[in-house]
């Protein structure tokens, strides 16, 4: 499942991209089309087929940093919804601890969701 807040980080870099750029070049490089592109920047809600397509450019563009929301629900994105929010709390207390393991602080947001259960909020 490919959040809402995910969908706004994944058009805020697609646009900035685009900007460096030109629609077409930018389009061609991630595999869509260049009108399909341009409604998404402009506002609209893709397919999730193209959702999926947006988000996995955008999670190889951020490239390795500190662990991101966006990155836990990429390894989730292929699992129906009603799965994905039963799977993401176990999975957060399995990072949380993999963080307390190595005593490293855990990102804020992933102890809350690893002892709320909800999903991540921006």
Request: net charge neutral; hydrophobic share 40%.
């Amino acid at each position: 499942m490919i959040s809402h807040e995910d969908v706004k980080q994944t058009r805020r870099a697609v646009r900035a991209a685009a900007e460096k750029s030109s629609l077409r070049k930018l389009a061609s490089v991630i595999g869509l089309g260049h009108s399909t592109l341009h409604n998404f920047i402009s506002g609209a809600m893709p397919h999730p087929k193209v959702r999926r397509i947006l988000h996995d450019w955008y999670v190889q563009q951020e490239g390795p940093g500190p662990l991101q929301p966006a990155e836990l629900d990429h390894l989730l994105r292929d699992l129906p919804d009603y799965i994905c929010e039963q799977v993401r709390p176990h999975l957060a207390r399995v990072l949380a601890g993999g963080y307390a393991e190595g005593a490293i602080e855990a990102p804020a947001w992933l102890v809350e969701l690893g002892t709320t259960g909800n999903s991540h909020e921006g």
